[in-house]
């Protein structure tokens, strides 16, 4: 499986902007699909984003559809996710994936997954 290590995570105002980062290494990232969750306090693990391996195509949960916007860069080994106008609703721990499968990725669960990085947002 590719290992994933996210960054960028931090406090922020809401309606203000942060850029979240996701490193691969271990085997070839553009193999594989890549999406974003994330875990509130108390709440289940929330699908927000999917990329196919190739980058042509995205996925979006309606919660986040408009604000925020998943993108990679294959020859750098990274993912991100770009997020906009953010509300306290959105602070959670966000974690990176990746799967061979963009079934699995998004619906089964990833194969892969990073250690998590905090989003905090202030009202």
């Known amino acids: 499986q590719v290992q994933l290590v996210e960054s960028g995570g931090g406090l922020v105002q809401a309606g203000g902007s942060l850029r979240l980062s996701c490193a691969a290494s271990g085997r070839t990232f553009s193999s594989y699909a890549m999406g974003w969750f994330r875990q509130a306090p108390g709440k289940e693990r929330e699908f927000l984003a999917a990329?196919?391996?190739?980058?042509?195509?995205?996925r979006y949960a309606d919660s986040v559809k408009g604000r925020f916007t998943i993108s990679r860069a294959n020859t750098r080994n990274m993912g991100y996710l770009q997020m906009n106008s953010l509300k306290p609703e959105d602070t959670a721990v966000y974690y990176c994936?990746?799967?061979?499968?963009?079934?699995?990725?998004?619906?089964?669960?990833?194969?892969?997954w990073g250690q998590g990085t905090q989003v905090t947002v202030s009202s």
């Open positions: 990329i196919i391996r190739g980058g042509g195509s995205t």
């Open positions: 994936a990746a799967d061979q499968s963009l079934h699995n990725l998004m619906v089964i669960t990833p194969g892969s």
